[in-house]
């Protein structure tokens, strides 16, 4: 069974630019979250969606959106990009149930110049 | 403010060590503990721990879950360099829905030394 694919690996952009990065699921699984990984604060949970709706939103501005697709895939997307947002984005699929563990993909590395 | 609390922040141990990993948690509405492990790039799903004091194994790694005291311990026994990583602990808080939002920690970066 495939595993949790994330593309591009790796995403270079300057400030001010707009980045959209995309996320495949694991076949069947129809909940979607995505988080940010900085050395400073560790993962931090963006958004989850699950049926193409979004379920919970973390603590992020609202350049921060995403959006699920009807075949599970989900894509998000970072407007006004700052230097600051350079992280590992990690995408997480998991089965519907609210005990359904998280399982990641390799992530995308966004680097902001 | 839910938080999760990992200890150590690192350890450097021998090949055949036996350590223990830490996570503590305070978080409003628990519904699950989860223990990852982070090497290159994606972190691998180890256990998931709702009950008290029921032991999860799997070969050299063994977990287990104290809700009153708000715990889990995460035991790695006869260290190898494969298990050099970070062990990250998450907590998977119900927001009043089916939402599968995860509390993670900062990690325990475990180096094991031939």
């Known amino acids: ?113 | 403010e839910d938080k999760v609390v990992q200890s150590p922040l690192s350890l450097v141990v021998h090949e055949g060590d036996t350590v223990t990993l830490n996570c503590s948690y305070e978080v409003t509405n628990f519904r699950s503990l989860l223990w990852y492990k982070q090497e290159k790039k994606a972190p691998t799903f180890l256990f998931m721990l709702t009950s008290s004091g029921i032991e999860k194994k799997s070969g050299r790694l063994s977990s287990i879950l104290d809700k009153k005291e708000l715990f889990s311990i995460l035991n790695i026994t006869a260290t190898q360099t494969g298990d050099s990583a970070i062990y990250l602990c998450a907590v998977g808080v119900n927001y009043g829905g089916a939402t599968n939002k995860l509390i993670f920690g900062t990690g325990t970066l475990l180096a094991v030394q031939p």
């Open chain 1, 1 to 113: 069974k495939a595993g949790v694919t994330q593309t591009p690996r790796y995403l270079i952009k300057t400030r001010g630019q707009q980045v959209t990065l995309s996320c495949s699921p694991i076949s069947g699984h129809r909940s979607v979250s995505w988080y940010q990984q900085t050395p400073g604060q560790g993962l931090q949970f963006l958004f989850e969606y699950f049926s193409e709706t979004q379920r919970n939103k973390g603590n992020f501005p609202g350049r921060f959106s995403g959006r699920q697709f009807s075949n599970s895939r989900s894509e998000m997307n970072v407007s006004t990009l700052e230097l600051g947002d350079s992280a590992l984005y990690l995408c997480a699929s998991s089965l519907a149930g609210p005990n359904s563990p998280l399982h990641f993909g390799n992530g995308t590395r966004l680097t902001v110049t």
